[in-house]
């Protein structure tokens, strides 16, 4: 079955630190993954994409993510956190067998709080 | 260029009584998904439009049901509604094309069922 696994329900990092959000996937072919951010009370904001090509994609707000196929994992990092970092973020990975539905699959989300 | 909306923002019912979501996609974006966020089970899919047909559902009983208009805005409908149908309701719309083309999420309707 296609999943995606986001294994740490929450990640605290300290302002200026790097910050790392793990997803790993299970998907049959290609994937096309992507990252998600939500802020309270907020719908999903896009934040990257990988569809092929470079493992490491650069993103929105400073956020970039590797892509590492044979861990089958799409980490998203940060060189330096925010506390306005602070918020849910979502892992998902296109359905490969949605055909023409284009269905995304989510993780359950890590929540991310930056302390000053 | 306008996000996706969605009204109401906030809508309270009781058990038993059907509720009405509506949600306005990008212009240009012809197919709007539907999504269920309930405390502590993340995102799932519901349902799925495009060019005014349902095109795909979620693991859902037939009382969640909606339609896609002639402008492609949509609503869903809950029937006989449930407490554990309490949860935030988010609807996504993007272009048809390229299949990694990205979703565009609005800021969701959070019904309240008591």
């Known amino acids: 079955a296609q999943s995606v696994a986001q294994p740490e329900d929450q990640v605290n990092v300290a302002e200026g630190n790097p910050l790392t959000v793990k997803c790993t996937y299970s998907v049959s072919g290609n994937p096309y993954l992507f990252w998600y951010v939500q802020y309270p009370n907020r719908g999903l904001q896009f934040l990257l994409k990988?569809?092929?090509?470079?493992?490491l994609v650069k993103g929105s707000y400073g956020f970039e993510a590797e892509f590492n196929k044979s861990q089958t994992s799409f980490h998203l990092k940060k060189p330096s956190a925010l506390v306005s970092d602070s918020a849910l973020y979502f892992c998902a990975v296109r359905d490969s067998h949605s055909g023409g539905y284009n269905k995304l699959i989510f993780g359950a989300g890590t929540r991310l709080a930056v302390h000053p | 260029e306008a996000g996706v909306t969605q009204s109401p923002t906030h809508l309270i019912k009781t058990r038993g009584q059907q509720a009405t979501l509506r949600c306005s996609p990008i212009s240009g974006h012809t197919s709007v998904y539907w999504y269920q966020q309930a405390l502590g089970l993340g995102l799932q899919f519901l349902l799925w439009?495009?060019?005014?047909?349902?095109?795909n559902r979620g693991n859902f009983p037939p009382r969640f049901s909606g339609r896609q208009f002639p402008n492609y805005s949509s609503e869903l409908n809950v029937n006989a509604l449930e407490l554990e149908d309490s949860a935030l309701y988010l609807c996504a719309s993007r272009t048809q094309g390229m299949s990694y083309n990205e979703q565009f999420f609005g800021p969701g309707t959070r019904l309240t069922v008591l």
């Open positions: 990988y569809i092929t090509g470079d493992n």
């Open positions: 439009y495009d060019e005014g047909e349902e095109r």
